[in-house]
């Protein structure tokens, strides 16, 4: 009688099981524009952007010239919109699609509505010694979403991060939270591609593009989420910020590109 009854029921039992798995794994599988994106750009439009600012093998925005990375996440975290600025992902490093994303993912997740805070703000403080050291191990990166093939989609509107949490926590240049016209935080971006000053200086211009920059306050002396260049060596010889919120430079060239921006790209809603 039990048996008769297991083979009545379990035919029931495994649909009703297919049709739970199939309903838990929707929403992480749901497409981006159901996962809250529709006020972030959509990957044609952070492309354009991107292309529109790079300057390969110029010095508009100092370090190397090279072509970049760009991740677009929304406020939860979840990547809606990967692009780069070569005609092919092998135009740029490899290295830092990943990186992009990681730098969104930390950007979102350590700015509030009333304050920003970029990577570049968390160099110093996650230093040994700092007051947020140790940070940089939080929030590992999900290998399973960032790793996803096939790799001729790396890049593109179909991206395997796309729709995906990628977590990760970066603490140098390039990431910056997004606030629309209405100063409303909804996501960050992350670029990455040079060098870590010329990553932040991109991610600044690309921002200001896209119209997402209406920064409430910030930790930098112009009030925003700039990048600071403000570490010296003590009379130890340590590196310190005299800030606690300040990142390394490459040299004269980016400090003059990175301290202009406030003024040649200012925070807040365009025309």
Request: charged letters at 15%; one cysteine or more.
């Amino acid at each position: 009688m039990f048996k008769t009854r297991s083979i009545c029921f379990g035919p029931a039992l495994a649909i009703a099981l297919a049709l739970g798995a199939s309903t838990a794994g929707g929403a992480e599988d749901d497409p981006p524009e159901r996962n809250n994106c529709k006020d972030l750009p959509t990957h044609a439009q952070l492309r354009t952007a991107l292309k529109a600012v790079v300057d390969v093998g110029g010095t508009n925005n100092a370090g190397f010239g090279l072509n970049m990375w760009a991740t677009v996440v929304n406020r939860d975290g979840i990547v809606c919109a990967v692009a780069f600025s070569g005609n092919d992902r092998g135009d740029q490093w490899p290295g830092s699609r990943v990186i992009s994303a990681q730098k969104a993912n930390t950007a979102n997740a350590f700015s509030l509505p009333g304050l920003a805070l970029s990577t570049a703000n968390l160099y110093s403080a996650v230093q040994p010694g700092g007051t947020l050291f140790g940070l940089q191990e939080s929030n590992p990166v999900d290998t399973s979403a960032a790793y996803k093939g096939p790799s001729e989609n790396y890049g593109q509107a179909n991206d395997p991060m796309v729709g995906h949490k990628i977590g990760g926590v970066n603490v140098f240049g390039g990431g910056l939270a997004l606030y629309n016209k209405e100063g409303k935080l909804v996501g960050a971006i992350g670029v990455s591609g040079d060098t870590s000053c010329t990553d932040h200086i991109i991610a600044w211009k690309v921002r200001h593009k896209l119209n997402l920059d209406a920064v409430p306050a910030g930790v930098s002396p112009t009030g925003d989420d700039n990048i600071i260049h403000d570490i010296a060596n003590d009379a130890h010889g340590h590196p310190v910020s005299a800030s606690g919120f300040g990142h390394p430079d490459l040299g004269d060239l980016e400090k003059a590109v990175a301290t202009a921006l406030p003024t040649q790209y200012p925070v807040g809603p365009n025309p």
